[in-house]
Nanobody, 124 residues
Framework: QVQLVESGGGLVQAGGSLRLSCVPS????????MGWFRQAPGREREFVAV????????DYGDSVKGRFTISRDNVKNTVYLQMNSLKPEDTAVYYC?????????????????WGQGTQVTVSS
């Protein structure tokens, strides 16, 4: 069972930046496709970003394109989500997810493992 631990969330003013990190417990992390999702109160979980095993293929949700960047360091066993130009509507719990398949996907049901989430709050 792979455990994912997110960190880096917090309170930030609109226009600010945060960097989220996700560390899997599994050393075979380098073969996993990694994604970030978010869920705001009263809303469905939303796809944010995904990165393939090598870091050479990424995709983003329309609402974060041009502002967020997903990356990974397979030596440090960590995936990152750099969030810039944050808006109040980015406020949500952010979840890291992993799937053993190599293809990137925006669909949450295709991910095998999930973290507990980290809260991001953007004040106006």
């Amino acid at each position: 069972q792979v455990q994912l631990v997110e960190s880096g969330g917090g309170l930030v003013q609109a226009g600010g930046s945060l960097r989220l990190s996700c560390v899997p417990s599994e050393r075979t992390f380098s073969s996993y496709t990694m994604g970030w999702f978010r869920q705001a109160p009263g809303r469905e979980r939303e796809f944010v970003a995904v990165i393939n095993w090598s870091g050479g293929n990424t995709d983003y949700g329309d609402s974060v394109k041009g502002r967020f960047t997903i990356s990974r360091d397979n030596v440090k066993n960590t995936v990152y989500l750099q969030m810039n130009s944050l808006k109040p509507e980015d406020t949500a719990v952010y979840y890291c997810a992993a799937r053993t398949g190599r293809a990137i996907t925006i669909y949450d049901y295709r991910y095998d493992y999930w973290g507990q989430g980290t809260q991001v709050t953007v004040s106006s």
